[in-house]
């Protein structure tokens, strides 16, 4: 399989990769956080995109598939206190705002999108690193790998992420299958039963579950199942509704919120020493069950 990589400017300006074999594809804008803005399976937008917002540049990005680096949620006054220093660093880090790279891999089979400190991220996280992230299109889904290099002198801490934006039909008919019975409300931090904040995907919610090896979004009026298979660490999982947004976010994280300070799941490289992080979705209709996916377990 080879990726056709071309850069378009319409519906915006974007780089187009296109399986040469069933015509998946995605859109990726590496200039605004090196976001997947879109990604068509099986003739179907699986991913939500606010273009009307996305073309302001003064507002955040609604939709796509932003990368939360190097921290997941917020710290307590945007403060992040390392070495009697505290560092201006805001909710889910400085990643999904900032200029990437693209490339293919060698293959040509996957896109590749990088991001290196700078003399700005050195402001807010006093360290030097290089994350990349391959995105490949496989046969009825995506694969997401993440490679994370500490290239300081000392230990870096961090957390990552990634925030996908799901597109569904009717928030009313929407199932999430596979979390852990309770969960931590995000408003408040208080343990809750997973099924009763399910029960109000169309009203707004914020919580965190995990960990779990995988997690199935359905859409109950488009009879598809969307699996999400998240790889140690990055297994907890962040449910979030925007209504009236037509979408539902399904976060692969690492570590919970404020997770640098409080030391929660917290992670280090070494320094000269790289982490991988991995997770895939598969789409398949309601004539399957999970375990019936190619590669279940």
């Not at 300006?13 to 099986?42: F, Y």
């Not at 990634?162 to 009313?172: A, E, G, K, N, T």
């Not at 009026?221 to 140690?232: A, C, G, P, S, Y």
């Not at 209709?285 to 019936?292: F, N, Q, R």
Request: aromatic share 8%; hydrophobic share 35%.
């Amino acid at each position: 399989m080879a990726i056709l990589l071309t850069q378009k400017d319409t519906p915006y300006n974007h780089w187009e990769a296109v399986d040469s074999e069933n015509g998946d594809r995605l859109r990726i804008v590496p200039e605004r956080g090196g976001l997947i803005s879109e990604w068509q399976c099986k003739g179907r937008e699986i991913l939500y995109f606010d273009q009307h917002r996305y073309m302001d540049k003064s507002k955040s990005i609604r939709g796509g598939i932003p990368t939360l680096f190097p921290i997941c949620g917020d710290l307590p006054g945007d403060l992040l206190p390392i070495n009697s220093r505290k560092f201006t660093l805001r909710q889910h880090g400085f990643a999904r705002d900032l200029p990437w790279e693209l490339s293919l891999n060698k293959e040509k089979s996957a896109v590749l999108i990088s991001l290196s400190d700078s003399e700005f991220t050195l402001q807010s996280f006093p360290f030097r690193f290089l994350l990349e992230i391959e995105a490949r299109l496989i046969l009825g889904g995506l694969s997401i790998k993440i490679k994370v290099q500490n290239r300081s002198t000392t230990r870096m801490p961090f957390s990552i992420g990634l925030h996908p934006y799901f597109r569904v039909s009717d928030l009313s008919k929407v199932g999430i299958q596979g979390l852990p019975p309770i969960a931590f409300n995000h408003l408040d931090m208080s343990e809750v039963e997973t099924s009763s904040l399910l029960k109000n995907l169309s009203e707004g919610v914020d919580f965190l579950s995990g960990p779990v090896s995988s997690v199935t979004l359905v859409d109950q009026r488009e009879k598809t199942h969307l699996r999400i298979k998240q790889v140690e660490p990055m297994d907890l999982t962040v449910v979030w509704t925007d209504p009236p947004r037509p979408m539902v976010c399904v976060e692969p994280w690492t570590s919970p919120r404020n997770s640098l300070i409080s030391g929660d799941r917290k992670l280090y490289i070494e320094p000269d020493s790289i982490k991988q992080f991995e997770c895939s979705y598969t789409i398949f209709d309601e004539s399957h069950t999970p375990g019936s996916l190619p590669g279940a377990s």
